[in-house]
């Protein structure tokens, strides 16, 4: 193996998205979000899978990456924007068929004025004070907008992955107030609003994170493998230190392995000393710092020299990593680097 492979398992993610989908009764849509690359695992690659399971709609951050998507997807399932209508993306939104989730009264002339018969989401601001039309703003421009007959209105929860936190009931509360008299089609709920219950899912759910196997879907299926090529051992005495700044030091004769991928690559630096890797299902701890292109592996305890140590692996998944370097399975996902060979498992992968 030359060099390090990110597997991806394409029916792993179809079969999150069937999981989300059931958690929700009949007439409920179920979305894709596929910002970010797709979480970091290809966006088209993702968003192609998932047309063919049947979902019909795409949400991306901004508007290159709906070009991107609707290159992979061509003409038919709607792709929707959350930046919404950006100066300069005009004919971007109307060549590529996408649609803006409109987020302030500027956005919303912008729109009207360059495209008066594009179709058009709004997007309100129910708590979170990031994207959106606040009460106020969205009060201003109401009957406007419902002459326009939006395709969507949605709104974003803060804290949905912390099922008992008071965010989530009122920002409810406040998307019921500025919407329950307003015709058009509502969404609320990514993955973790999904998992807050019925009340939560009005016409259309959002997920993104869970399709991909992370928290807080706790029953998905996990997607990535992260199998990494060893280029070097060496034999080290007590007292012998690993790495820069010389943060380990052998108690014991040891074998350490130098493995081709480091921080560049989205290991993120914190989980230096803390991660392990696997030779097989044997852990390995991870020693010294993570560098920028080369981890350093304790192998003492391994009978032969591994050609490849797996980092995310079943013994070992994204938001196992995401804790030994103190954030979420989300950022471990969305830093996987450039340099990985990306192998694709399943649906026609
Ligand atoms: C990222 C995002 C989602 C998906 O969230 P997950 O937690 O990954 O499911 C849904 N809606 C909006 C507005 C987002 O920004």
């Given at each position: 193996m030359?060099?390090?492979?990110?597997?991806i398992?394409?029916?792993?993610?179809?079969?999150?998205?069937?999981?989300?989908?059931?958690?929700?009764a009949?007439?409920?849509?179920?979305?894709?979000?596929?910002?970010?690359?797709?979480?970091?695992?290809g966006?088209?690659?993702?968003?192609?899978?998932?047309?063919?399971?049947?979902?019909?709609?795409?949400?991306?951050?901004i508007?290159?990456?709906?070009?991107?998507?609707?290159?992979?997807?061509?003409?038919?399932?709607?792709?929707?924007?959350?930046?919404?209508?950006?100066?300069?993306?005009?004919?971007?939104?109307?060549?590529?068929?996408?649609?803006?989730?409109?987020?302030?009264?500027?956005?919303?002339?912008?729109?009207?004025?360059?495209?008066?018969?594009?179709?058009?989401?709004?997007?309100?601001?129910?708590?979170?004070?990031?994207?959106?039309?606040?009460?106020?703003?969205?009060?201003?421009?109401?009957?406007?907008?419902?002459?326009?007959?939006?395709?969507?209105?949605?709104?974003?929860?803060?804290?949905?992955?912390?099922?008992?936190?008071?965010?989530?009931?009122?920002?409810?509360?406040?998307f019921?107030q500025?919407?329950?008299?307003?015709?058009?089609?509502?969404?609320?709920?990514?993955?973790?609003?999904?998992?807050?219950?019925?009340?939560?899912?009005f016409?259309?759910?959002?997920?993104g994170?869970?399709?991909?196997?992370?928290?807080?879907?706790?029953?998905?299926?996990?997607?990535?493998?992260?199998s990494?090529?060893?280029?070097?051992t060496?034999?080290?005495?007590?007292g012998d230190?690993?790495?820069?700044?010389a943060?380990?030091?052998?108690k014991?004769?040891?074998?350490?392995?130098?493995?081709?991928?480091?921080?560049?690559?989205?290991?993120?630096?914190?989980?230096?000393?803390?991660?392990?890797?696997?030779?097989?299902?044997?852990?390995?701890?991870?020693?010294?710092?993570?560098?920028?292109?080369?981890?350093?592996?304790?192998?003492?305890?391994?009978?032969?020299?591994?050609?490849?140590?797996?980092?995310?692996?079943?013994?070992?998944?994204?938001?196992q990593?995401?804790?030994?370097?103190?954030?979420?399975?989300?950022?471990?996902?969305?830093?996987?680097?450039?340099?990985?060979?990306?192998?694709?498992?399943?649906a026609?992968?």
């Open positions: 030359g060099s390090a492979t990110l597997s398992d394409l029916e792993a993610i179809i079969a999150n998205w069937r999981a989300l989908d059931a958690v929700s009949g007439s409920v849509e179920t979305a894709a979000v596929v910002k970010a690359n797709g979480y970091g695992l966006a088209g690659r993702v968003a192609k899978a998932l047309a063919r399971a049947g979902a019909r709609k795409f949400f991306v951050a508007a290159e990456e709906g070009a991107r998507v609707r290159q992979a997807l061509g003409p038919g399932p709607e792709i929707c924007v959350f930046a919404g209508h950006m100066r300069g993306d005009t004919d971007m939104i109307y060549d590529l068929m996408l649609t803006p989730m409109i987020n302030s009264l500027d956005q919303l002339t912008r729109h009207l004025e360059a495209l008066p018969t594009h179709k058009f989401g709004l997007q309100l601001d129910s708590g979170m004070s990031r994207l959106g039309m606040d009460p106020g703003e969205w009060a201003a421009v109401r009957d406007i907008v419902s002459e326009q007959s939006p395709s969507l209105i949605m709104s974003h929860l803060a804290c949905a992955d912390e099922p008992d936190h008071a965010m989530n009931a009122q920002q409810l509360a406040a019921c500025m919407t329950d008299s307003f015709d058009a089609p509502r969404s609320l709920a990514a993955t973790g609003g999904i998992l807050l219950g019925q009340d939560y899912h016409d259309l759910t959002r997920p994170v869970g399709l991909y196997g992370c928290l807080p879907f706790a029953k998905a299926k996990p997607v990535v493998g992260l990494l090529p060893v280029i070097q060496r034999a080290l005495e007590a230190t690993v790495g820069y700044g943060s380990w030091t052998a014991k004769p040891s074998r350490i392995a130098t493995v081709s991928a480091g921080y560049a690559d989205g290991l993120i630096r914190s989980m230096g000393n803390k991660a392990q890797l696997f030779s097989n299902g044997t852990p390995c701890r991870l020693v010294g710092r993570v560098s920028m292109d080369l981890l350093t592996v304790d192998i003492s305890h391994l009978d032969e020299t591994p050609k490849s140590l797996d980092i995310l692996c079943p013994e070992q998944g994204v938001d990593l995401a804790e030994y370097a103190d954030t979420i399975g989300y950022e471990i996902l969305t830093s996987l680097g450039a340099r990985y060979t990306r192998r694709y498992i399943g026609g992968g």
